[in-house]
Nanobody, 125 residues
């Protein structure tokens, strides 16, 4: 069973920046497509960004396109989400997720069997 661990959340003012990290526990994830999702209070979990196992072809939700950057370093076994210019509406619990090895990227949470426990991002206005 793959366990994912997120880090890097926190409280920032609007316009500030955070970088989230995600790493698997006890396993390398170089062949796993990965993604970030988020869930705000009272809302459903939503797709944020995804990246293929090679690190190419990132995809983004319209709400973060042009602001957030997803990347991965397979040598460090870590995935990242750079979040500059944060807005209050970015406040949510952010989750990293992994698909099965050698599968394609996806925007659908049901396609990801592996999840982290989440890290809170709070953006104050």
């Amino acid at each position: 069973q793959v366990q994912l661990v997120e880090s890097g959340g926190g409280l920032v003012q609007a316009g500030g920046s955070l970088e989230l990290s995600c790493a698997p526990s006890g396993r390398t994830f170089s062949k796993y497509p990965m993604a970030w999702f988020r869930q705000a209070p009272g809302k459903e979990r939503e797709f944020v960004a995804a990246v293929s196992w090679t690190g190419s072809s990132p995809t983004y939700a319209d709400s973060v396109k042009g602001r957030f950057t997803i990347s991965r370093d397979n040598a460090k076994n870590t995935m990242y989400l750079q979040m500059p210019n944060l807005l209050p509406e970015d406040t949510a619990v952010y989750y990293c997720a992994g698909r099965r090895p050698n599968s394609s990227g996806s925007r659908y949470s049901s396609d990801y069997p592996y999840w982290g426990q989440g890290t809170q991002v709070t953006v104050s206005s």
